[in-house]
C-alpha cells in the first residue's frame, strides 16, 4: 500500500489540531467506509449550538429527495431574533466581511463536508474567538446532500452541481446561488476532493491543490490579492508539514458555469480547495480532514487579518463591475473565449512518490487564463421582446440570478443592434430603431451581476459551450431575438429613447423627411431642424451619417438643442472631413453647443495647422469606436470650453473613449472656465499635452480620470501658461497611463 502518498498525523498535529477528530466520521462507529449520515451531521452542528454562543443554524433549502441544506452562521452579532438566512444577514448587516465556506457539492468527495463539520466546531471554539471579532463566517457543510446518501458526484437528476452555476436548473444549486446572493461574501471558499490515481510509475500527490479565480476582466488589485490568498494557503500548508500544487495545472479557472469562475465575474474573491480522496474510502482519512481544516482555516484566517483592505477591494471590484456597466467604451469587453499561457513566475517544486516508495520533486509551471481570444464590446444593456415564447425563460433565467431588469411599453421605439449568427459565432447588425409591439425588457449591466448577464444573454460565449450555459446554448432563446443597446446609459442609469434622423451628403435631400435610409437628409443644419420638430420631452435626438459628410469652410457650430444628440454612422467607417483653411487659428474649429455624444464614427482631419473639437461648456463625450484619421502625423485638439472666443463658459465636462487627439484641453483654450472641470478619458492617444487649459486662470475645481491612456509629453491640473488654478486639482490615475514628462498638479513652469 502506497501510504507515501501522504504521511500520517504526527503527534504534534494531533495534539494542535485534537478537536478535529471528533465529528460524526470519527466517534460514531459507522461501519467500514460508511461515511457520516445526514442524520448525524445535523445532529452534530445541533449538538454544538448553545444559547450564548455565536453560532446560529438556519436552512437555505431542501434537495430533490427531502433533505435539508443548513448553513451554519457565525458572528459576533445576536441573531436568536431571525428565523431565516435572510432575516439573519439583514441583523448581520455588512460591516465586517463575511467568508462563505461551502463543501461537498460532490456526494462522493466526503471528507470536505467532514472538513467543513470540524472547522464548524473549531469556529464555536477558541479558533472562533480569535476571527469573529473581524469577521462573519458562513459554513454550508454538505450542498448535495442526496448525492452524499448515493455517494455519487452528482445530485439526484444525475446534473453535476459544480456545472449548473450558471443554467441553474436544480433546487440545490439555486437554493445555493440565493444564499450567495443574500450573503454577499468578500470570499467563498469550495470544498472538494480530487481522484486517487496512479499515473505510470509515480502517485499524485499533495495535501491540498488549489485555485483561484479572475479574468481580464477584473482589476489587478482583485487578481494580486487573489493570489496573494493563494501564497498565503500554500505557505501555511508548508508550515504544517503538508504538501500542496495547482489545481488542474492552473492557476484560475475560465468556465462561467463552475462556481469559482462564476464567482470571480462578480467581484467575489474565491479559492478552490481540493484534497486527494474520491475512490480512496477512509485511507489517510484523518490527514484528508485535516488538510481541508487547515487549508480553509489559513483562509478564513488571512481575511480576519487583513479585514479592512480585503473588505474594501471586494466592495471596490463589485462597484467596478457594475460602472463599467453603465458606459459603452472599448476597454469594457465581454469575454467569450479565454486561453491560457504558463506563468514561469509561479512555478513550483511538486512531490512525486514512486510506486517502489523512492521520491522526488519535479517543476509544476501552472497556466493563467489571461488571454483574450474571442470577445466584443459590451453592451450596456440587453433587450428581450415582451410577450414572445422565449420571454418567460429569459425571466426565470435573471430572476434566479437576481438580475434587475424593467419594462418597456408597448410601440417603444429603442435604438438597437440585434444578433444573428450562430451560438459558436454570432455577429452584430447595425444599429438600427427598432420598435416592440408588445413592449420589451431591458436587462442593465450596470450592476454587479452585469457580467453574468452577458454570460447568459451572449449567444456564443465559447467558453460556456461545454456544458450550454448561454440561454441560445440551451435552445432557450434565438439568436436573433437578442438585441442589445451600444451608449451609455443616462443619468438615471436607463437607456435614453432616440429619435432618428438620416444624413447623407451625397444622396440627401432636405426636402426629405430624413426618417428612414431611404429618405436622407443632406445637410447637418437640416438633420437638426428634423431633431427638434420630432424629439418629444424626455427622449434623446441621434443623426446616423450614410456616408463620410465634409464639412464645408473652415468651422461648423452644430445647432443648440434642449435635449441630447447622439451622432453616428451606419458602419463606423463613415463620419466627417474637416478641411479648414483659415489663416486664423481661432477660426478652425467644431463647435458643439448642446450636450452631445460621437460613437461608431470616423474624424478625418486633412490639414496639418492646429485646429479643434470644442464643447462650448457643454457635455461632450467621444464615446467607443470613434476613428481620428490625421495628416503626417498631425491631429485635432479637443477642447471643454471654448477656444478663443473671448467666452466664459460655465463649466466643462469632457469624456473621452476613443481617439487619437494632439492635445486634450480640459476646459478653455485662451478662454477662462468660470466653474468645474471634469475630464474623464479612458481610453485615448495624445500626441502632446493633457491639461485644463492652454492659458488663463482656472477659476474652478478640476478633476481629471485617467486609465488606457499614453501621453507622449505631459499631464497637468493647470495650464501650460503658468497661470493659476485657484480650486481643488484632482488627479486619478488608474490602470496602464503612460506620461513620458509626467504628471503635474498645477501649471507649466
Not at 428634423?530 to 465634409?550: C, H, N, S
Request: charged content about 20%; proline content about 3%; hydrophobic content about 35%.
Amino acid at each position: 500500500e502506497a501510504n507515501a502518498l501522504c504521511q500520517e498525523i504526527t503527534p504534534e498535529m494531533r495534539a494542535e489540531y485534537a478537536d478535529v477528530f471528533t465529528t460524526p466520521i470519527f466517534t460514531s462507529g459507522n461501519a467500514d467506509h460508511q461515511m457520516t449520515t445526514q442524520s448525524q451531521m445535523e445532529d452534530f452542528i445541533h449538538g454544538l449550538d448553545g444559547a450564548e454562543d455565536d453560532m446560529y443554524i438556519y436552512s437555505i433549502g431542501t434537495t430533490q429527495n427531502g433533505l435539508d441544506i443548513p448553513v451554519v452562521f457565525f458572528t459576533r452579532k445576536d441573531l436568536s431574533a431571525a428565523a431565516t438566512y435572510a432575516e439573519a444577514v439583514a441583523i448581520m448587516g455588512q460591516d465586517k466581511p463575511t467568508v462563505l465556506y461551502r463543501a461537498q457539492v460532490h456526494g462522493n468527495e466526503p471528507s470536505s463536508g467532514e472538513g467543513a463539520l470540524a472547522v464548524i466546531q473549531r469556529l464555536d471554539g477558541a479558533y472562533g474567538e480569535s476571527v469573529l471579532d473581524r469577521i462573519n463566517v458562513c459554513v454550508i457543510p454538505r450542498v448535495n446532500p442526496d448525492g452524499a446518501y448515493n455517494y455519487n458526484r452528482r445530485l439526484q437528476n444525475k446534473v453535476d452541481g459544480n456545472r449548473d452555476n450558471l443554467r441553474l436548473t436544480t433546487p440545490e444549486i439555486t437554493a445555493y446561488m440565493r444564499a450567495y446572493q443574500t450573503i454577499d461574501p468578500v470570499l467563498v471558499l469550495d470544498g472538494h476532493e480530487y481522484n486517487a490515481y496512479i499515473e505510470t510509475s509515480y502517485i499524485t500527490t499533495g495535501d491540498v491543490i488549489c485555485s483561484v479565480n479572475y479574468t481580464p476582466v477584473n482589476s489587478n488589485a482583485f487578481r494580486d490579492l487573489s493570489l496573494a490568498l493563494m501564497d498565503n494557503t500554500y505557505a501555511t500548508m508548508v508550515e504544517n508539514g503538508m504538501n500542496y500544487r495547482y489545481y488542474s495545472n492552473c492557476i484560475n479557472g475560465y468556465d462561467p458555469n463552475v462556481c469559482g469562475s462564476f464567482t470571480g465575474r462578480q467581484g467575489t474573491l474565491f479559492m478552490l480547495l481540493e484534497v486527494r480522496g474520491i475512490g480512496y474510502g477512509l485511507h489517510n482519512y484523518e490527514r484528508r480532514v485535516l488538510s481541508h481544516v487547515v487549508s480553509a482555516e489559513s483562509a478564513i484566517t488571512y481575511v480576519a487579518e487583513n479585514a479592512n483592505q480585503v473588505q474594501s477591494i471586494v466592495r471596490d471590484e463589485k462597484q467596478r463591475i457594475a460602472d463599467l456597466g453603465a458606459t459603452y467604451e472599448e476597454s469594457d469587453q465581454v469575454v467569450l473565449s479565454l486561453t491560457g499561457t504558463e506563468n514561469k513566475e509561479r512555478a513550483i517544486q511538486v512531490l512525486r512518490v514512486y510506486q517502489n516508495g523512492t521520491q522526488s520533486y519535479t517543476t509544476q509551471t501552472p497556466k493563467e487564463y489571461n488571454v483574450v481570444e474571442r470577445s466584443r464590446i459590451a453592451p450596456t444593456a440587453y433587450v428581450i421582446a415582451a410577450g414572445e415564447s422565449y420571454t418567460q425563460a429569459v425571466l426565470d433565467a435573471v430572476d434566479k440570478h437576481g438580475i434587475s431588469y424593467s419594462f418597456l411599453p408597448a410601440g417603444t421605439t429603442v435604438l438597437l443592434q440585434q444578433y444573428t449568427g450562430t451560438t459558436t459565432e454570432a455577429s452584430l447588425t447595425e444599429e438600427k430603431p427598432v420598435t416592440f409591439p408588445n413592449g420589451a425588457y431591458v436587462f442593465y449591466k450596470n450592476q454587479v451581476r452585469g457580467i453574468t448577464l452577458s454570460m447568459l444573454l451572449e449567444p456564443d460565449v465559447t467558453d460556456a459551450a461545454d456544458y450550454s450555459g448561454t440561454l441560445a446554448q440551451q435552445k432557450k432563446l434565438p439568436v436573433e431575438a437578442i438585441y442589445r443597446y451600444v451608449h451609455d446609459l443616462n443619468e438615471a442609469g436607463k437607456l435614453d429613447f432616440h429619435k432618428v434622423v438620416y444624413l447623407s451628403q451625397s444622396a440627401g435631400n432636405d426636402d426629405n423627411d430624413g426618417l428612414t435610409e431611404a429618405a436622407p437628409v443632406a445637410t447637418v443644419a437640416a438633420a437638426y431642424a428634423r431633431l427638434q420638430a420630432i424629439v418629444p420631452e424626455g427622449y434623446a435626438g441621434a443623426v446616423i451619417l450614410l456616408d463620410t459628410y465634409t464639412i464645408p469652410g473652415s468651422n461648423i457650430h452644430f445647432p443648440a438643442c434642449d435635449f441630447k444628440v447622439l451622432l453616428t454612422s451606419k458602419t463606423g467607417s463613415e463620419g466627417f472631413t474637416f478641411s479648414p483653411t483659415h489663416s486664423t487659428q481661432a477660426q478652425r474649429y467644431i463647435a458643439f453647443n448642446s450636450e452631445t455624444t460621437l460613437e461608431n464614427i470616423t474624424i478625418t482631419y486633412t490639414k496639418t495647422s492646429l485646429s479643434c473639437i470644442k464643447a462650448n461648456g457643454h457635455k461632450l463625450t467621444i464615446g467607443a469606436n470613434v476613428t481620428t484619421v490625421g495628416t503626417a502625423g498631425r491631429y485635432l485638439n479637443l477642447v471643454g470650453g471654448t477656444y478663443e472666443d473671448g467666452l466664459q463658459a460655465d463649466g466643462a465636462d469632457l469624456t473621452i473613449r476613443s481617439g487619437h487627439w494632439r492635445n486634450i484641453y480640459a476646459g478653455g483654450f485662451n478662454d477662462q472656465i468660470k466653474g468645474e472641470i471634469k475630464l474623464t478619458v479612458t481610453n485615448a492617444t495624445v500626441d502632446n499635452n493633457i491639461l485644463s487649459g492652454y492659458s488663463q486662470n482656472v477659476n474652478g475645481n478640476v478633476s481629471l480620470y485617467l486609465e488606457n491612456v499614453a501621453v507622449a509629453n505631459s499631464i497637468f491640473g493647470g495650464n501650460s501658461s503658468r497661470r493659476n488654478v485657484k480650486g481643488n486639482v484632482t488627479i486619478t490615475l488608474g490602470e496602464n497611463v503612460t506620461a513620458a514628462n509626467g504628471v503635474y498638479a498645477g501649471s507649466s513652469a
